[in-house]
């Protein structure tokens, strides 16, 4: 039995490898059609764009285990029983679960591997992927100044360059409007020929202009002149040299201080906490929202019967006649006052959906550490009996069986969670909805595969439900109770 084991170990562990790698290949590349316009154009190095990927590849690795071990478990087992090998092992007297122990063992460690990993460096690389992303998005279009364009790309300047030579260094018809003194005004410069050039540490872009003018407008505003006797600076050169600061282009990089304590960004252990935090700080919100209305109204009654003790002490009795003008303004007043507090009970309102709604993130990150991993068991669970029942090995067939099946857990997935963000259902039912909805199709999956019955073959599900239904201690019961009603 030990080199049954190893041999099926063998066969499984290298589609699986395989397919690992295609998954996570196939989801990077979806990373990288969903924000190729934040990475193009920016001038990023290759270095900065291999660490982005290697962060996100971390963070991609929960979800490409799950479907590597439902398509691994698929090609696995159908080329096992489109070999006989199956077979021969059945013949063999070994039943279907002692030739799965050694895979479901395997299958175990990877949903623990998938736990620890999930809760121990996705949350890491995570925080990681998340700064560096927002540093690119943040970051400027690389320097291209292309010809008979006004270029806008350096504050507080605008740059022409009429002509380019090959070398992409000789310029001709340079145009340069100066906004930096932020008054309305500007200085052009202009030059017939130049150079452009970058300094040695890329951080700044020196223009040598020949044969030019310099115009300043306004050099002084007086608002007595007329517009046409604005003053105006003009002057020429031989050779003037330009000089424009680039370090805007640079990469900044943000404090991860910012994002850490992000739902994303936590184990398991931090979740706990805040979760913790986050229902005591509303449980105390929402117990002092009848209290803190109170107390408003008890001040505002203090103060209305103050005013009145003050203003009409001469005519305050048991029964109180008041002018129309009194009646007006203690109308008017009992309006605002409550008109106040309706907006005071609104904002508490709209303070504690918005801080539920904040839990209920955090919640939902704690299950999903836990669902992944028990979702690369249950989809072993699937993988094994449909690979033994379809009988076809390779990868066409299984394939699409294991696309159809992770989109069905993927779908569900994804609605249990955009109706647990708004509160439709609650965080562990949506989480989890999707593993209670293919754990039935499982076993009844692993029963058919170990009866050797076609899933067309629907005898065997109603063997399996009147197994199911005998042991049902409800029917007993009422199977006693007619027994015992047919007696008397």
């Not at 009844?444 to 170990?450: E, G, H, I, Q, T």
Request: aromatic share 12%; with cysteine.
């Amino acid at each position: 039995m030990k080199v049954t084991d190893k041999f099926l170990l063998k066969t499984y562990i290298g589609p699986f490898i395989l397919t690992f790698m295609v998954m996570l290949f196939i989801l990077l590349m979806q990373f990288l059609w969903k924000y190729v316009d934040d990475l193009v154009g920016k001038g990023l190095e290759l270095f900065v764009l291999l660490k982005l990927l290697f962060y996100s590849a971390f963070t991609f690795v929960p979800l490409a285990l799950p479907l590597s071990v439902l398509l691994s478990s698929l090609i696995t087992f159908g080329n096992l029983s489109e070999r006989n090998e199956l077979t021969a092992l059945k013949s063999a007297g070994i039943p279907l679960f002692r030739i799965m122990r050694p895979l479901t063992v395997f299958a175990v460690a990877i949903s623990i591997v998938a736990f620890v990993f999930a809760n121990n460096v996705v949350p890491v690389m995570s925080l990681k992927f998340t700064v560096l992303l927002h540093d690119i998005q943040a970051q400027k279009p690389a320097l291209s100044i292309d010809e008979g364009i006004f270029y806008r790309g350096i504050d507080n300047y605008i740059i022409r360059i009429g002509k380019k030579d090959k070398d992409n260094s000789t310029i001709y018809d340079v145009l340069i409007y100066d906004h930096t003194r932020n008054n309305g005004y500007a200085t052009l410069t202009y030059g017939k020929k130049g150079r452009m050039e970058l300094s040695d540490n890329k951080q700044t872009l020196l223009f040598t202009l020949e044969d030019g003018f310099i115009y300043d407008e306004n050099v002084q505003y007086d608002a007595s002149l007329r517009s046409t006797d604005m003053p105006l600076l003009r002057g020429t050169f031989k050779s003037q040299q330009v000089k424009f600061d680039l370090s805007s282009f640079k990469l900044q990089h943000t404090s991860e201080d910012f994002y850490k304590d992000s739902y994303e960004m936590l184990n398991v252990l931090q979740l706990d906490r805040y979760i913790d935090t986050m229902r005591r700080d509303l449980y105390t919100l929402k117990s002092r929202r009848g209290s803190d209305l109170l107390l408003n109204l008890r001040s505002l009654s203090n103060l209305y019967t103050d005013t009145l003790q003050r203003h009409y002490a001469d005519t305050l009795s048991e029964h109180i006649d008041f002018t129309i003008s009194q009646k007006s303004k203690i109308y008017e007043y009992a309006v605002q006052s409550s008109r106040e507090n309706m907006g005071l009970m609104e904002f508490n309102m709209l303070d504690y959906d918005s801080q539920q709604k904040q839990m209920w993130r955090y919640e939902i990150e704690w299950h999903r550490k836990f669902s992944l991993s028990i979702a690369c068991l249950l989809l072993f669970f699937i993988g094994v009996p449909l690979g033994a029942i379809i009988r076809k090995g390779g990868l066409g067939i299984p394939l699409t069986v294991s696309i159809l099946v992770f989109v069905v857990y993927w779908v569900t997935s994804t609605m249990g969670e955009r109706m647990s963000r708004i509160g439709t259902i609650p965080p562990y039912f949506g989480m989890w909805i999707s593993t209670l909805l293919l754990l039935p199709l499982g076993i009844f999956l692993v029963y058919k595969a170990s009866t050797e019955a076609g899933l067309s073959d629907l005898s065997a599900l109603k063997v399996f439900l009147d197994k199911l239904s005998a042991k049902n201690p409800l029917r007993k019961l009422k199977q006693t109770y007619y027994e015992d009603t047919t007696n008397m």
